[in-house]
């Protein structure tokens, strides 16, 4: 079982619509919940970060923290051309604390 | 505030060379890893120093090592270059290591 674990997609979403992204981990000792973007050729640009149980907006984002279930989300709303790239979930475990351990990432087309 | 800044941007080297990659982290910034990210493993943890010590390392073999210096700057070096470490090489800075980090716009090698 990988630590990580996304759908790679693509997830294809029309121009307004929500985009939904989700990610599983396995350790249980996580702490730390990152969200990068990354467009092709480019390097990962943190969007969101969420450290405890709920939901934490940043305009038209949202990241979701499950630690029961070991899920995390990202919402997109309003979903733009300019949002379609890979996303890349990460996390922080306790016995590592400054190792990021990544999913493959999920790629987001919006379609006009 | 400027950004992480990784030098040089291109690289290109032949098999059995070493090289040297620098990173600038943010000021004030004094967790620096470095990542590897090819297609097939996606992003892997190479190390994390913080304050001039190496605090974890990732399941890479001994040719790969960094340095921190004093002012929180970072060099990493790999030697005996294979066609294998072809790969696009990511530096992240964070404050102290299990906040968020931010990421240079990486060095992309090509071994020849």
């Known amino acids: 079982q990988k630590e990580v674990e996304q759908n790679s997609g693509p997830l294809s979403v029309p121009e307004g619509a929500i985009a939904s992204l989700n990610c599983t981990y396995s350790d249980r000792g996580s702490q730390s919940f990152f969200w990068y973007r990354q467009y092709s050729g480019k390097s990962p640009e943190l969007i969101m970060f969420i450290y405890s149980n709920g939901d934490k907006e940043d305009g038209r984002f949202t990241a979701q923290l499950n630690k029961a279930s070991q899920y995390v989300s990202l919402l997109i709303r309003d979903s733009q051309p300019s949002d379609s790239a890979t996303y890349l979930c990460a996390v922080i475990n306790t016995g590592t604390a400054s190792k990021l351990t990544f999913g493959t990432g999920t790629r987001l087309q919006v379609t006009l | 505030k400027a950004g992480v800044t990784q030098t040089p941007r291109y690289l290109i080297k032949t098999r059995g060379q070493q090289v040297t990659l620098s990173c600038s982290p943010i000021?004030?910034?004094?967790?620096v890893s470095w990542y590897q990210q090819t297609p097939g493993q996606g992003l892997q943890f190479l190390f994390e120093?913080?304050?001039?010590?190496?605090?974890n390392k990732g399941n890479f073999p001994g040719r790969f090592s960094g340095r921190q210096f004093s002012n929180s700057r970072s060099e990493m070096n790999v030697s005996t270059l294979e066609l294998g470490d072809s790969a696009l090489y990511l530096c992240?800075?964070?404050?102290?290591?299990?906040?968020?980090?931010?990421f240079g716009q990486g060095t992309r090698l090509t071994v020849v």
């Open positions: 000021s004030g910034h004094r967790s």
């Open positions: 120093y913080f304050s001039e010590t190496q605090r």
């Open positions: 992240a800075s964070s404050f102290q290591g299990n906040t968020e980090a931010f």
